[in-house]
């Protein structure tokens, strides 16, 4: 594979960034923070390139799958593609605390919650607050989407308010309904479906956040804007 400008395959190009093969159809960008991910999978989606059929952004990475892709020409593409996102988010016009919501052009969602979560009371006492002011600081928590993982439509949501950086639980549910919102180390996330987990639950919504009758299905895609309101 030949590198392209910046970027070599297999080892770093800028500070913490690289492309590597991934498997024979694919590329996956080492962006070297969630901001520049953002940026790279805004970039992608909005001029898709040529043979490209899938954009998977990561917590520090995007996947780029495209078996019909020239690799060189590609690859190329994305060395260049990458320094402009780094670019915009080190740009003093752009602070790189705010680059990762800007990837969001406007979309912005409300999540009504009741907080009544099983966990709200234990969340209380690890972090040394009250409950109300554990719904206090969650609200007010200013959320970005930062990856989809662990089941269709999860949404890792970054922006907690560190007071309520407390740990999952030590034995997992074996089911969580879907619609409880819940926190877990720095996240905080919506459950799309019925299904296990450790997160900490502080209540629920009706807001369907994965629904495979809708385009797109996910209703929180990276770069989205959250704001949980009681």
Do not use: C, Q
Request: aromatic share 4%.
């Amino acid at each position: 594979m030949t590198g392209a400008p910046g970027v070599t395959p297999g080892r770093a190009g800028r500070t913490g960034t690289a492309i590597r093969p991934a498997g024979e159809h694919a590329l996956l960008v080492e962006t070297g923070s969630l901001e520049v991910a953002h940026r790279l999978d805004a970039l992608l989606r909005s001029d898709r390139p040529a043979g490209v059929e899938e954009i998977v952004p990561g917590p520090e990475t995007v996947l780029v799958v495209a078996p019909g892709a020239d690799r060189s020409g590609l690859e190329a593409l994305l060395s260049a593609l990458l320094r402009t996102a780094s670019a915009s988010v080190t740009s003093p016009a752009s602070p790189a605390k705010n680059a990762g919501r800007a990837t969001a052009a406007g979309e912005r969602v409300e999540i009504p919650v009741v907080y009544d979560g099983e966990d709200l009371r234990s969340v209380a006492e690890l972090s040394g607050l009250t409950v109300d002011e554990v719904v206090a600081r969650h609200a007010a928590s200013e959320f970005v989407v930062g990856w989809l993982g662990f089941a269709p439509g999860f949404a890792y949501l970054v922006g907690l308010d560190p007071a309520l950086h407390v740990p999952r639980l030590d034995v997992p549910r074996t089911s969580v309904p879907p619609g409880s919102v819940a926190i877990a180390g720095p996240y905080s996330a919506v459950y799309p479906s019925a299904s296990p987990g450790g997160w900490r639950l502080l209540g629920r919504t009706d807001l369907r956040v994965w629904d495979v009758r809708a385009d797109p299905p996910a209703l929180l895609p990276p770069g989205t804007l959250v704001r949980f309101t009681p």
